[in-house]
């Protein structure tokens, strides 16, 4: 049922509700034009008459409602009847055809009774959704059949990650693996240091199940101690390399290490908490060529961390000691923890099973080949890079390109330095790569496909058409999820799609749900259910324990993976993974990023998206960072919108956004307080955090950063202390 609200705020309210009606009278001061509607039925079967009086001093508006009629059961039990009767009819006279005029004969009235029957229900909108989105699901099911046999032929012969990799260093030793700005490892080189690693770490006692967590920049290193200690069944927690102090600490105690191993480079940082961690965490320091001279010089002077370089230089690394244990296919592998947007990070659970699916996955759906060169200057220590990227190079044989930080005017110039050919992306990056100067570049590499997940559909086009693109594969999902889907037809916008022919092969649905909260709207039978087409909804994922494809491995912390799962979603005892962000489907299944839950606040009597407001007023402000968020007012309804731009040279002008959101947003979406910032915080994966700002508000006294309002003509004015005041006391309204 909708909402009545009357424009404008400071109104009272009298509600009365009967069965079927919902009765709205509100009151507000306005204008002295008289004017009366009345609705008939609109398509949805919704009936509204609207009342509006309005005198001198007040207005009334009467909105009466009746709701969705729900089919009556006797209208589907004769629908049902006649379905059944005719099913029997065409039986009977299939089976005659067929006995007097042959097989051939019969079997066309075998096809020409199921095409009458199709006809009738679902009806004949369903071939024309069959027609033009059966290409498209064709290729998807293959991709998923390959994908299936890929990994129950891993677990069949019980292999995990490193039997694989160790297969294709047989096959081409001296093949490039990962390459850098200042590195050219081999697969013999990356095996080589796993081994040492793997040696190290056995003869100081470390076994299967022992967890050793690791905060090491992106370098050919990194993969390479992951993956030597998985060779003995070690978990390794891969810490994000921006956390300091308490969230350092707490990475490192919630994924319940037994040991660190840091580079040099952040060795400022694991001091400052050693003291503070649980003392039987042991810390190994490993030196990388640059700061090999200062280290030796510097030392480890306070004696609470050993110093690896020396002991892999010991270590054999022809292979792994005899007495070594061995990770199972099902086994943990790695950690991978969660951007930390919302809070304090989360370990997510990555198994050697998990990471061939998601490795794979990506693989077969949007066609690699093992012998292209994937260019990923992403963080090693999140799933785009570490898995879906790095995984081409350890599962498939290929050569992938990583950088030690994203440079948004050396995309494209590395890819061709390097020969890529195919480009990994996350996050605002193709929006930071876009809003670079034009270069030569920009067209002359040999960049086939690019593929990742951000990529908003308000620059799509620009996107390819400027670096000349052949494929874009967005995709969607979350590390610790099941929920994942992919654009396997560079459809402009789309993050993936559910079949609509054969919706079963791949259980993920959108289900009608709180867009502010995320939990699920049940039924009269306490169950879900699925959104119609354009209605958005939360999306979720289907658990099925023992499935690679379908399981839910969740978080270390089992009270926090608890969260993510919702029972009795479509029958009494099923479960699913809740992603908590709103998608809505298109009528062939083509699925759209909405909104995280949360981030959705209501202005004006509407819900008013973020994510669309952020996309436009990036295009405005020549793609420069920008958040927004919902903030409160004192004695008014819902949250008003803030935007928040990261413009620290202030080149943005504001005389003119207030004019450029007339024309790109309806009135209610519009910021109402705009925050230019002089400093920006960014995730590991290039996601903006607004909780803080959310926190601070539209106050000038908690932030140093200039503050603007909206006035009633739409434009904006700076929001001094004295403005602020105003607007707490209630004495200006928007």
Known sequence: MNDAVAPGNGSTALNSTQPGQYLAIMMKSTDNVQSVEEGGVPPDALMRI?????????????????????????????????????????TVATAMVWYYQGTWCGLGALYGSLVLLLLVKPGWRWFYIAAVTGPR???????????????????????NVGDIFEANVAQHPDKLAIVSETQKWT???????????????????????????????????????????????????????????????????????????????YRSAVMDIAKDLPAHVALYQFNDEANSAKAAT???????????????????????????????????????????????????????????????????????????????????????????????????????????????????????????????????????????????????HQVRMVFGNGLRPQIWTQFVERFNIGKVGEFYGATEGNANIMNNDSTVGAIGFVSRILPQIYPISVIRADPHTGEPIRNAKGLCDRCEANEPGVFIGKIVKGN?????????????????????????????????????????????FKDRTGDTFRWKGENVSTSEVEAQLSNMINYKDAIVYGVCIPQTEGRAGMAAIYDPTREVDVSTLGSQFATALPNYARPVFLRFLRRIDLTGTFKLRKVELQQQGFNPAASEDELYYAQANGSYAKLTQDIYERIQRNELRF
């Not at 009086?53 to 059961?73: L, R, Y």
């Open 137 to 159: 699901d064709t290729i998807a099911l293959i991709a998923y059949i390959r994908v299936l046999l890929f990994v129950k032929r891993q677990e069949r012969k019980n292999l």
């Open 187 to 265: 697969f013999r080189q990356v095996n080589e240091h796993a081994n040492r690693v793997a040696n190290v770490f056995h003869s100081h006692g470390y076994k299967k199940g022992d967890v050793v967590g690791l905060l090491l920049e992106n370098r050919a290193e990194f993969v390479a101690t992951w993956l030597g200690l998985s060779k003995i069944g070690v978990i390794t927690p891969l810490i994000n390399t921006n956390l300091r102090g308490p969230s350092l600490q707490h990475s490192i105690k919630v994924g319940n290490c037994t040991a660190l191993i840091y580079g040099i480079s």
């Open 50 to 90: 609207n009342i509006w009086h309005k005198t001198p001093t007040k207005d009334v508006q009467i909105n009466i409602e009746t709701g969705k009629e729900e089919p009556s059961s006797k209208g589907n039990c004769c629908s049902w009847i006649v379905l059944v009767v005719l099913a029997a009819a065409l």
């Open 548 to 592: 690679p494809c379908r399981e839910f491995l969740g978080y270390v912390d089992t009270k926090a993976s608890s969260k993510k799962v919702v029972h009795d979603v479509f029958c009494k005892g099923d479960m699913a993974f809740i992603s908590g962000d709103l998608l809505v489907a298109d009528e062939r299944g083509y699925l759209y």
């Open 298 to 444: 510097e030392g480890l002077s306070q004696g609470l961390a050993q110093q690896l370089n020396a002991l892999l230089e010991s270590a054999a690394k022809d292979k792994v000691a005899a007495g070594a244990s061995r990770a199972d296919h099902q086994d943990k592998l790695v950690y991978i923890y969660t951007s930390g947007t919302t809070g304090l990070p989360k370990a997510a659970v990555i198994t050697h099973a998990r990471f061939f699916f998601i490795a794979a996955g990506i693989h077969y759906a949007l066609g690699f080949r093992d012998d292209d060169v994937f260019y990923a200057p992403l963080p090693l220590y999140h799933t785009a890079g570490g898995v879906m990227s790095m995984g081409q190079a350890l599962l498939f044989g290929s050569t992938v390109v990583v950088r030690k930080k994203f440079s948004a005017s050396g995309y494209f110039a590395d890819c061709a330095r390097f020969n890529c050919t195919i480009g990994h992306y996350i996050g605002e990056m193709a929006r930071y790569i876009l809003a670079t100067p034009a270069a030569a570049h920009d067209r002359q």
